[in-house]
């Protein structure tokens, strides 16, 4: 046993054979300048927190520093009602929804405050105390009888419900709507997609759901008297108001510090770049925008007669291009176009896809890493609360036994961020979440808990692609980086205080190529690392970024045998994926939940990897990763247009120094892998639903950039998919890969593949067979014997 002890808690931790005592210091330190006060010891070396330079980060610790002096102080109701128009969820009977405005302290004095940047810099009461406000929305079964125990956060996505409407098969941002989702077996189509509720997944089971406001630039909805759910009004997007900082060594004088925001052109009426921040005044004189072709090309200053400046009222969301944003930027494009000095920063002379950078002076940071404080002490709160301090009852007491925690893409970054930066202790040194559920956030993390934050920006190939937040520690094992020589890992704080959660990490392929998923289970150097007990790691094989749905894919695409049209004026050649893989969401999410409650075996991960030969470097060759060349087979079917090309192009990553602006880039690079192919270009290694295991086109993780927009670049979040032929006639030469009917034969071999690839899944519990209203394996068989009836396969036997 390990005894853990410092100033608020003593504890006794299992693991290990040896003893030891690790004493915990005060985490406290100067976000104003100057050394830290504080240290944390743990039986390695001092960990200080940093001192401020342009940009503060979050602090270089690894030993846990829990923040014990906050709370919930008001959990102000605006109004409830029945949700989905008072429809009925099986035992769990009908749902209510909540809305309601928390009101929250932080003492700023607290010994572990240097966690949170800035807070020390933020103005207190006369009690000493900072306070925030933030909006929380709920659902919970009418009855609290027959909820099952469970609360469910969902972390919302730049203020949007993604993860609920997925698990559900319904439509996001709805509490009102209620239509259940089908595939049909026709060749007419037919397919309802889900709306509201959908299928009714969650609220079948009686879970409790709960969304916050957690991303500080996102302003409130619930900050009036009151708000209901109607026909017109389906959801209050949850914002948060977080304090300014301020100097606080200085007079309170406001802080001020340079900033860069961006704008990548990709449609011909783009020309206004918002900012995020209030420019600082007096300095636009100062302030200058640039142009560059990519993220590694040089930037050329664009002329200052060929932009304006328009400053906004800052009531709307951060980033925006309207009057009420913080700013923005007026482009003549043009004009920019039209000047040699910037042929450089162009693509055969045109700016379509090229970055423009708006740098500047800004003005009252706000304290964004209170968004996790918020998510921690509110889900406190409403697992073991009562009533708030003015008497307001918490509507969820003595309901909640279990918690997990939720969210997908920016959301599955936060759900990371959260457990590294070492949250999920509450004031009570209690583990807040049992369960975590990140989705598609590979190895990222989020640019929150930083002074000039931008929570909503992430790194990717070609945007934003030195955003803070994708630096070490990448996975769950704690380990020695090769580049920084740091030790660290995801887990490393919740170890050593015992508040470690269960975790349920999902990527598809557009994590490998864009958020560099490999690094989540390798060291940096291209080596495979251990996936420690409490964690799964599962890659869904051959789908998009955000898991989409089964009924709505059938409706956008009946006949996976064509290649669906892209306009012209698109950034890129390829249609994205349409492979479904909510299915798979549902059956992890229940996984996660027995795992948690002990009524279920976790099951195994499916994750590439190094040594099984599932995992390897690319070159600009695609025979790297073992698969056939493709460039030739044009998604338009005409020979001579493009195909779908490699060439090798990710999302790399150096290690940055972040605590500047822009972060300095080192030259060192880590050893980034992308899943290897089969035959038929498909990935070989991860979890595959029935389109990828039956499949009837090549699915790519990556889509390129077209000439004209930046060509070879990858293009944002989007897949590639280019259909396979009908049959061996129908194969455009230069195509390597087998037909339809060289791989199943005819139409009945074809819904015979997809019956037994079910069957499969439901065996192994990837899949489930009409649980909880998520009859998965009755939809994909009739969705197979619609794909046999569309007209591609009328060519078949």
């Known amino acids: 046993m390990i005894e853990i002890t410092d100033r608020r808690v003593r504890r006794t931790v299992r693991g290990g054979m040896a003893m030891a005592v690790v004493l915990l210091a005060a985490c406290g330190g100067s976000d104003d300048g100057g050394d830290a006060s504080g240290s944390a010891s743990y039986g ?18 690894t030993a846990p520093c829990t923040i014990t002096r906050s709370a919930i102080e008001r959990f102000d109701v605006k109004g409830s009602g029945l949700a989905f128009g008072g429809a009925s969820f099986g035992d769990a009977g009908t749902y209510t929804y909540t809305l309601a405005e928390a009101t929250a302290t932080v003492d700023g004095a607290d010994e572990c405050a240097g966690t949170i940047v800035d807070l020390k810099n933020a103005a207190p009461d006369a009690a000493g105390n900072v306070r925030y406000r933030f909006d929380v929305v709920l659902l919970a079964p009418t009855d609290a009888a027959r909820a099952n125990g469970t609360l469910f956060y969902e972390v919302t996505n730049r203020t949007r419900s993604l993860l609920v409407p997925a698990l559900n098969e319904g439509s996001g ?208 709160f409403l697992r073991h609360g009562t009533a708030d301090a003015a008497g307001n009852r918490n509507p969820l007491a003595g309901r909640i036994r279990t918690t997990l925690f939720g969210g997908i893409s920016q959301s599955g970054r936060y759900v990371r961020d959260y457990l590294w930066q070492g949250f999920n202790a509450d004031a009570q040194n209690r583990r807040v979440f049992d369960g975590m559920f990140p989705l598609v956030g590979g190895s990222r993390k989020t640019y929150t808990n930083y002074r000039w934050s931008k929570p909503g920006d992430y790194s990717r190939q070609h945007e934003t692609h030195y955003t803070p937040g994708d630096q070490f520690p990448f996975g769950y094992a704690t380990l020695t980086d090769p580049l920084s020589g740091r030790t660290d890992g995801l887990l490393a704080k919740c170890t050593l205080d015992a508040t470690c959660p269960k975790v349920v990490q999902y990527d598809s392929p557009i994590e490998f190529g864009g958020a560099r998923a490999s690094l989540v289970a390798t060291d940096g150097a291209g080596n495979d690392v251990a996936v420690p007990d409490n964690v799964r790691l599962f890659y869904a094989n051959g789908t998009q970024h955000s898991p989409s749905l089964l009924a709505a894919n059938a409706r956008t695409q009946p006949d996976m045998t064509t290649n669906r049209a892209v306009a012209a004026t698109a950034p890129t050649y390829a249609p994205n ?134 060509a070879g670049d990858q293009y944002g979040l989007n897949g590639s998919q ?49 649980r909880f209203g998520a009859d998965d394996a009755a939809s994909y068989r009739a969705r197979a014997r619609s794909q046999s009836l569309q007209p591609g396969f009328a060519a078949l036997p």
Do not use: C, H
């Not at 390695?44 to 610790?61: E, F, K, M």
């Not at 379509?352 to 918020?374: C, H, K, W």
């Open 44 to 61: 390695g070396p001092t960990s200080r927190l940093p001192a401020a330079r342009s940009a503060l980060v979050p602090p270089d610790i």
């Open 173 to 380: 941002n709805d509490l009102f709507g209620n239509v259940r989702p089908q595939v049909v077996a026709t060749a007419s189509g037919g397919d309802v997609a889900g709306v509201g509720a959908g299928n009714g997944f969650l609220m079948n089971q009686g879970a409790s759901i709960v969304w916050a406001g957690w991303q500080g630039d996102q302003p409130q909805t619930l900050a009036g008297p009151t708000a209901a759910i109607t026909a017109t009004q389906r959801w209050y997007a949850p914002g948060m108001t977080l304090p300014v900082a301020v100097d606080r060594a200085n007079g309170d004088a406001p802080i001020t510090g340079q900033v860069q925001d961006e704008l990548v052109a990709d449609s011909a009426t783009a020309n206004l770049l918002g900012t995020y921040y209030r420019l600082a005044p007096g300095s636009l004189a100062t302030a200058t925008l640039t142009v560059r072709r990519t993220p590694t090309s040089a930037p050329v200053t664009v002329a200052r007669s060929l932009w304006t400046y328009t400053a906004g009222s800052a009531t709307a969301p951060a980033g925006g291009t309207g009057t009420d944003g913080y700013g923005f930027v007026t482009i003549d494009r043009a004009a920019v176009r039209a000047d040699a000095a910037n042929a450089a920063a162009l693509d055969g002379g045109r700016d379509d896809g090229s970055i423009y950078q708006f740098n500047y002076t800004a003005v009252e940071p706000r304290v964004m890493g209170l968004g996790f404080l918020a998510t921690r002490d509110l889900v406190s």
């Open 577 to 710: 994926v349409q492979n479904a893989s909510t299915a798979l969401v549902r059956a992890l999410y229940l996984n996660l939940e027995g795992w948690v409650n002990g009524t279920a075996q976790p099951l195994a991960s499916s994750w590439p990897s190094a040594r099984g030969g599932t995992l390897a470097v690319p070159t600009a060759s695609v025979a790297s990763l073992g698969g056939p060349d493709l460039s030739a087979v044009a998604f338009t079917g005409v020979a001579g247009t493009p195909g779908l090309r490699f060439n090798g192009v990710y999302n790399t990553l150096s290690l940055n120094d972040e605590r500047v602006i822009p972060s300095a880039v080192s030259s060192k690079l880590y050893v980034v892998q992308l899943p290897t192919l089969d035959a038929q270009g498909n990935d070989v290694a991860g979890v595959k639903m029935p389109d990828a295991s039956v499949p009837l086109a090549t699915f790519k993780g990556y889509s390129l950039r077209r000439p004209g927009f930046v």
């Open 722 to 770: 280019l259909a396979f032929a009908v049959t061996d006639a129908q194969r455009q030469p230069g195509d390597p890969r087998r037909s339809v009917q060289g791989l199943y034969g005819s139409k009945a071999g074809y819904v015979d593949a997809v019956d037994r690839s079910v069957a499969d899944l439901v065996a192994r519990g990837l899949m489930l067979d009409g």
